[in-house]
């Protein structure tokens, strides 16, 4: 078993920015120690990495991916192969990827999928969510037998995309009422799909047809009332713990931050296109060209929404950072979803609703959120807490994961903060798409080396792992609760 070291960097944990070097043997972090302690050890190391002047953060911990989705006729062009790769030159070390059950469809046929799908692909350590689009007595079985057994223990309801994973109230209120039973999280799709298929109907008649229209047909209250329902239900169903998905709007948030507050086993996510993006510089551009940004929740307007102003006079964007540095959204994850431009995102020519929806992203979320650690919104505790470690800890899977201290898996970045990143097709781009939402994006910082259980992955601007080398992970229960 290879022994490295990792000396003179500085060790970033939720708690704190500590000059300390990691010792790893094999598979785990050993040892971290104050610089200098491992002075003795150093001759007998396979590898000494020199971190002067860098950032030792933990693997970053991606809790919602969508490889190979069927989608609208068509595939997310990530397998899993290329897109833990494309994650492991993100600095990511762990993905959550979300197993589909469809109605009519059998859990464990869709789970059996998803495992066929990710075994021996993998370049990164990855585990599953189980989506139930068909909430019945069988079904409900299958999430018990999930949890208990399967390492399994989040599913994700749809409250949108009726006929295909929609669920209504009751069924949702019976998905809650047996997780609160087993323990289980529910995550939550919040947007209200049945007035969002009027209004797109409604549209589509009108001959609005354009990308922008996706955006314009999902407006920001009908995300804050289903989420609001939800919440309501989680209540209902005895305080069941309830994770609401890619949020992207203000008025949602605070359906969230008034649940917080009020005691209830409540999270939420956001995702970087919904704290960077907005909808007159993406989705609006004109023509087809904004399909690139067809994603659900949609990016939403900066300055002009009608159906909302922030709280301190921000918009949607101004809010979401304000929720993060306020726990009011606990994670930021990708929801990478990616099409490409030609054959998929072209299947919605001339009907916004046919756009597959999803955007790619699993490269860059280290380095779009620790943007907003360089743009003053959030600190470099902050960035590795919603990136590495509560995704790690609200998804049962710490310390194994989203920390360096010893005994946990040696999943470790070194961040060069005093370089650029430029992300584009003919930049800094692994994923498995014909373009990047993110084209021409400069990012200050850089991911340096990547370790995934002490192996290499990641070094000298070169992948050097292997697909094989990740593997699945059994999650336990949501280490939020009491
Ligand atoms: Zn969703
Ligand atoms: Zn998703």
């Not at 399967?150 to 409250?159: N, W």
């Not at 009108?206 to 920001?220: F, N, V, W």
């Not at 807490?385 to 005994?407: D, H, L, N, S, V």
Request: hydrophobic share 40%.
């Amino acid at each position: 078993m290879a022994k490295l070291l990792i000396k003179n960097g500085l060790v970033i944990s939720p708690t704190g920015v500590i000059a300390n070097d990691v010792l790893i043997d094999g598979e785990k972090i050993a040892a971290v120690g104050a610089p200098g302690w491992f002075e003795s050890s150093e001759q007998g190391c396979d590898k000494v990495i020199d971190a002067k002047g860098k950032y030792v953060i933990p693997g970053g911990v991606d809790v919602h991916t969508h490889m190979e989705l069927p989608f609208g006729g068509t595939f997310a062009s990530d397998t899993f192969e290329t897109g833990s790769r494309a994650a492991a030159w993100g600095g990511v070390t762990t993905i959550v990827d979300m197993a589909v059950q469809r109605y009519g469809e059998n859990v464990f046929d869709g789970l059996a999928e998803w495992h066929r799908k990710a075994t021996g692909e993998c370049a990164i350590d990855y585990a599953f969510h189980q989506i139930i689009g068909g909430v019945d007595d069988q079904s409900l079985k299958d999430m018990k037998y999930l949890t208990e057994h399967e390492g399994i223990s989040s599913f994700k309801l749809f409250m949108a995309y009726p006929g295909v994973f929609y669920s209504d109230d009751g069924q949702i209120l019976k998905a809650m009422q047996t997780a609160a039973e087993c323990g289980a999280m529910i995550m939550m799709h919040a947007e209200n799909g049945p007035a969002i298929d009027v209004l797109v109907q409604q549209a589509l008649a009108r001959g609005e047809t354009d990308p922008r229209y996706h955006s314009y047909t999902r407006p920001s209250p009908l995300e804050a009332e289903a989420t609001h329902r939800a919440i309501v239900l989680s209540h209902v169903a005895g305080n069941v713990p309830l994770y609401i998905v890619h949020m992207s709007a203000g008025d949602a948030l605070n359906e969230v931050a008034a649940a917080r507050h009020n005691g209830r086993n409540v999270f939420a996510e956001t995702c970087p296109q919904y704290l960077w993006m907005t909808l007159e510089e993406t989705l609006g551009q004109p023509g087809f060209e904004g399909s690139k940004w067809v994603c659900s929740t949609p990016v939403r307007s900066r300055d002009h929404d009608p159906h909302y102003i922030g709280q301190m006079g921000h918009g949607h964007q101004g809010d979401l950072w304000k929720g993060l540095r306020m726990n009011e959204l606990a994670v930021v994850s990708t929801d990478h979803c990616p099409f490409c431009f030609k054959d998929q995102k072209e299947l919605g020519l001339g009907d916004f609703s046919k756009i597959p929806n999803g955007i790619g992203g699993v490269e860059h979320r280290m380095e779009l959120i620790y943007q907003g650690v360089v743009a003053g919104e959030l600190t470099l505790e902050r960035w590795v807490e919603t990136c590495c470690t509560t995704p790690a800890r609200m998804f049962g899977m710490y310390p194994q994961k989203g920390i360096i201290a010893p005994g946990s898996d040696a999943d470790v970045v070194v961040w060069d903060p005093n370089t650029k990143t430029k992300i584009g097709i003919n930049d800094k781009h692994h994923m498995n798409m014909d373009h990047s939402a993110w084209e021409g994006w400069v990012i200050d910082g850089k991911v340096d080396t990547v370790f995934s259980r002490g192996t290499v992955l990641i070094d000298n601007d070169q992948y050097v792992g292997r697909k094989g080398h990740g593997k699945y992970i059994k999650r336990g229960l949501s280490q939020y609760l009491v």
